[in-house]
T-cell receptor
Framework: DAGVTQSPTHLIKTRGQQVTLRCSPK?????VSWYQQALGQGPQFIFQ???????QRGNFPDRFSGHQFPNYSSELNVNALLLGDSALYLC???????????????FGSGTQLSVL | LAKTTQPISMDSYEGQEVNITCSHN???????ITWYQQFPSQGPRFIIQ???TKVTNEVASLFIPADRKSSTLSLPRVSLSDTAVYYC?????????????FGSGTRLLVRP
């Protein structure tokens, strides 16, 4: 049973460019969350997708957008890259609970994005 | 918002028991408390989850007092490979939305 897979593992971009990161959730999971983790910091919540729609969003600008596909996989897009966007981007999948409360998150190994 | 507070760092020696306490004064009634472990350049890994009293699995125990305003992760007989960052999470509910918020975590260093 494959866990959460992310691609690519590493990426180097320059300021102003756009990037797309991809995530395949753990088998049986229907919810995908994205986190940004700067060096030495805890993961920061970007947004969560469920049933192909953005259900929740953290304090990130509109440059950060996403998509969830019918097979539950997801993409994170970042436009107009800034130096400060350099970070480890983590995808986590989970199974939605009826009351929407705490879900056990399964994380991928992340995509290390460097913006030069 | 349910915010968590943990010690920034802890040191221990191989074979000792390590207890990491997390405070979460604003925990919601139906929130669970979850702990994750993270090694450098890897995604966090689920350790244990609980709602109240005590939960134990093959790697750790979680103690939650009756008021649920804090929790303690207990790692028995740590080894060098337990050196990692440990995060305590509770759900964060605001305006009917719900999300999981990570704090800064506790950096545990296990020495030989």
């Amino acid at each position: 049973d494959a866990g959460v897979t992310q691609s690519p593992t590493h990426l180097i971009k320059t300021r102003g460019q756009q990037v797309t990161l991809r995530c395949s959730p753990k088998s049986g999971h229907d919810t995908v969350s994205w986190y940004q983790q700067a060096l030495g910091q805890g993961p920061q919540f970007i947004f969560q997708y469920y049933e192909e729609e953005e259900r929740q969003r953290g304090n990130f600008p509109d440059r950060f957008s996403g998509h969830q596909f019918p097979n539950y996989s997801s993409e994170l897009n970042v436009n107009a890259l800034l130096l400060g966007d350099s970070a480890l981007y983590l995808c986590a999948s989970s199974l939605d609970r009826e009351d929407g409360t705490n879900e056990k998150l399964f994380f991928g190994s992340g995509t290390q994005l460097s913006v030069l | 918002l349910a915010k968590t507070t943990q010690p920034i760092s802890m040191d221990s020696y191989e074979g000792q028991e390590v207890n990491i306490t997390c405070s979460h004064n604003n925990i919601a009634t139906n929130d669970y408390i979850t702990w994750y472990q993270q090694f450098p350049s890897q995604g966090p890994r689920f350790i244990i989850q609980g709602y109240k009293t005590k939960v134990t699995n093959e790697v750790a125990s979680l103690f939650i007092p009756a008021d649920r305003k804090s929790s303690t992760l207990s790692l028995p007989r740590v080894s060098l490979s337990d050196t990692a960052v440990y995060y305590c999470l509770v759900g964060s509910r605001m305006d009917s939305s719900y999300k999981l918020i990570f704090g800064s975590g506790t950096r545990l260093l296990v020495r030989p």
